[in-house]
């Protein structure tokens, strides 16, 4: 009887020992996967935040132009700028903290919004099939999988980027975009990876008569 569970016990080492050495081996592959979903569901989240509608992109480029209709001024109002990327952080942290407290719900059918709410209930944004892992993905849907789940580490912060250039002949091109960044954790089974994610939203691109202003020629 001892003999017996001496042997088991060696064989459950061995198979443990096994999986182990396999899961390790898996885990470089892993960490990619794994980063690719976190980033699929950062661009989700960040493509619907707060564009609530057109009139909130009125009016943030200031012109000045002399008496030959040349423009002497170029530049943007920082003050509206800045409450619309306060307003999109905002919203993506509000999202974020709904759906780690568990209580997200669903305002619709829509995809996005089915997704967010079993995100928020399960923790999990995704599963990755071990087969997929081991580049055998036709056995994909037969393999157990491996959840990957995520945790926000910090305020989600913002950075503004503009640029104006000439464009053609006698035309000058402006745009704006913000710059969004966050710091996740992402969780799989017996460890953690950080990861630090930016997304570029754009804002604003328009084209306007005239020479851009030599102050922004140096």
């Excluded at 099939?129 to 993905?137: D, R």
């Excluded at 036709?138 to 789940?149: D, H, N, Q, T």
């Excluded at 975009?177 to 570029?200: A, C, G, N, R």
């Amino acid at each position: 009887m001892k003999k017996w569970i001496i042997t088991t016990l060696v064989l459950l080492i061995i198979i443990m020992a096994s999986m182990t050495g396999v899961y390790l081996k898996l885990i470089p592959t892993l960490k990619e996967y794994g980063k690719m979903e976190v980033e699929r569901f950062n661009q989700l989240i960040i493509s619907h935040c707060y564009f609530t509608s057109d009139s909130q992109y009125k009016n943030l480029v200031i012109i000045e132009r002399g008496e030959d209709n040349e423009i002497e001024l170029l530049d943007f109002d920082m003050v509206k700028v800045n409450e619309l990327a306060t307003a999109i952080v905002m919203d993506i942290e509000q999202t974020y903290a709904a759906l780690e407290e568990g209580t997200y719900l669903a305002s619709d059918d829509s995809y996005y919004q089915r997704r967010l709410q079993a995100v928020s209930r399960s923790g999990i944004i995704s599963q990755i099939p071990i087969a997929t892992l081991l580049n055998l993905p036709a056995f994909s849907f037969l393999s157990p999988s491996i959840p990957v789940r995520y945790k926000h580490l910090s305020s989600v912060g913002s950075s503004i980027i503009k640029n104006i250039e000439n464009y053609g002949v006698n035309h000058v091109m402006v745009e704006l975009s913000i710059e969004v960044k966050m710091d996740l954790t992402m969780i799989y089974p017996f460890f953690l990876q950080y990861h630090t994610h930016s997304i570029k939203i754009p804002v604003l691109l328009e084209i306007f008569q005239g020479q851009v202003p030599l102050v922004y020629s140096h």
